[in-house]
Structure formats: structure tokens, C-alpha cells
């Protein structure tokens, strides 16, 4: 196949200076205008008019009139500066209203059924062309977003590529659910009583140990785990159920109320604070660098800062110059 050979002459600057030039009939306006002197203006338009092989503008009397070339000329330029306009400008301009996307955003069951009412909601008023794919977690995001799989994390970011952007959303601690009626929920919840109740864990590794086993043995305790589930939905409906204790992730004290404990609310779960100390919960986003200027995956971030942390400011990257 033949290639084509470059267009002669090719310089985006030429198509403003015409556009100018063809709306002002004035070289000095049209200096003063691109912020340019008469004398660069002047040697513009000569090598407008070699390119073009048209006078384009003739003196007539004390100004310059268009000549049927630069009258045909006229809307196609504006037009063509108008494009390059558009293509040149920075992204975070760009309407919530005007988006057209589908995000997929990588979640645990519990911080999915979180995030969705609200992200669902916010694209109802903001951007309503706005899609949701939540994904179930992988062990590695770092390839799925790499890779363009994934636009977004949410949760526990703990296995990230280095060059990945990570916002950190909110800090939280875990607390016991038990269902309505649970003897846990009468009296002084000890490390003793809690060690004796039957619990459910929550592992995609299918693992019973975790840092509530090593808060017990600190105390010379162990629990009993009857079951290990892949997501925390399905440990507190079991939860909800009998009389299996689960974790569940809550605000600290002093904090706004996070989404992450609507579940359990909804399920009816007692949340008990738990009598051993546990590390806290940390949730954030993770999200390829080179999404980071992109407008619609600006508002995507932002609407997540606003779902997971309500009531909070925006704090760190609550701007989104990250």
C-alpha cells in the first residue's frame, strides 16, 4: 500500500493566524489579538498566501476586504481552530453531564453493596450517561488495572504496583455483629465470652486465623471458627441467622456513620465493641496513573470520596489534584 505522502506546509499555527486574520480584516487587530506584533502578523499572512496561492485580504481604500477564497475560507477556519481548541484543552473541564461511561470498579461484596446506591445516585443527578460494573476482587488488582480491566479499587489496598495512585478514604475499626437476642449482646462483652462464642471468619484465601486470633492469644485465648466465607455479606447473613459472631467494619468513635456498616444495619446486627485491640481498617482507592488527569474518571474518584466518607471533608486529594 502506497504511503501517503505529509501535507505541505502543515502548521496548526497557520490555520489560527488565517482564522484571526479572516474574523478581524486587519492585520494589526489580528496582531493584537494572538498577542503578536503587525511585522510577525504581516510575514504570517505572505505565507498564508503562498500556501493558499489567494491574496486572501486586498486594501480597499483605508481597509482590507476578504477575497471570495477567504470568504469560503472563513467558517471552516473558525471551525478547524475550534477543534484543535477542544482536542488541546485540559480535561477537567469536561460536563458530568456530557460523560458517556462505563466504570468498572474492582470491590469486596461489602464495600460494593456500599459504594452502588450511592455512586447510582449521584450519577441520577450529575451524570446520568454514567454506567457501574463492580467486579469481585481479585488476589492481584495491580494487572487488571495496568492492563485497563479495572478503572478503579475500593477497599483494602494492600497489593498495589508501584507506579499505582492510591487515596486513602477512610479509617475504620471492626466491630462484633451478633443478631438480636445473641447472649454476647447481655452484659459486659469480655475477651473471655468473645473467645467462647462460635464466629464466622471472612477470607478469600479460605483462611481461619486472623488479627482477632492473635488479639485472643494475647490473652491467652482462642475461638472456635465454624466457618470461613469469601465475603462479609455472607457472614452476616449467617450472623443474622444464628448465633455465629462476624466482624464488621464500623466508623471509629467521634467519626460519621460509613456505608460500610449499612448491611449489618440492615440485617439487624447488634454492633459490639470489641474488648481486645485490633489494627484499624484502612479503605482506599487505587487507580492507574494514567487516569489520573482524565475528567470522567476525576468525577468518578470524587463521587467515590463523597459515598464512602459522607459528612467528612474532603481532606487529602479531596480536590482531586491527585
Known sequence: MPVSSPVPNLDANLAVALDALLAEQSVTRAAARLRTSPAAMSRTLARLRRVLQDPL???????????????????EAAAVVRRLEALLAPGGGTDP?????????QASDLVGAAL????????ALQAPGVSLRVLAEEWEAGPALREGRVDLEVGAIDHVDPETRVDELVTLR??????AGHPLAEGPLTPARLAAAEHVAVSRRGRFTGPLDAALADHGL?????????????AMTLAAAGDVVCLVPTALPGEPPTPLSDAAHALGLRLLEIPVPLPPLSIGMAWHPRHTADAGHRWLRGAVRRVIRPGRAAGRGGSDAS
Open 57 to 75: 485580504l486586498v486594501r480597499a481604500g483605508q481597509a482590507m476586504v476578504p477575497t471570495p477564497r477567504a470568504e469560503e475560507l472563513r467558517d
Open 97 to 105: 453531564a456530557e460523560l458517556r461511561r462505563t466504570f468498572t470498579v
Open 116 to 123: 452502588a446506591p450511592g455512586l447510582l445516585g449521584l450519577a
Open 174 to 179: 471492626m466491630a462484633a455483629g451478633v443478631r
Open 222 to 234: 482462642s475461638r472456635r471458627v465454624s466457618a470461613v466465607l469469601p465475603g462479609h455479606l455472607a
